[in-house]
């Protein structure tokens, strides 16, 4: 019992440095070839976005929004991962506890 302890403390300490380390980071995500950046925290807030001026076409506003919803799809997908890689060997660990969301 007194090890099952030990390790569930471990394992709680190295959930707090995951998550203190999603929410230091900074990714981004990019569409059109560069034209559109969006920078996401690791925890998902949006940052800001980024238009390069050639991506701006008064007679095409369509394009420049579907570039902006790829940057932002992209930028998910950067955290998605990220999150994987710093919580995965934390939350794999607890196979089977119960835990809710694990």
Not at 2 to 27: G, H, I, N, S
Not at 60 to 85: G, P, S, Y
């Amino acid at each position: 019992m007194q090890q099952m302890l030990k390790q569930a403390q471990k394992m709680q300490q190295q959930m707090a440095k995951a998550q203190t380390e999603l929410a230091e980071a900074e990714l981004t995500g990019t569409a059109g070839g560069g034209l559109v950046t969006a920078t996401v925290a690791g925890t998902g807030e949006l940052k800001s976005i980024k238009i390069d001026p050639k991506a701006v076409d008064p007679e095409d506003i369509e394009t420049l929004e579907d570039l902006v919803v790829a940057a932002m799809h992209n930028a998910a997908e950067a955290v998605r991962e990220l999150t994987e890689k710093k919580m995965g060997p934390v939350t794999g660990g607890m196979g089977g506890l119960g835990l809710p969301g694990f």
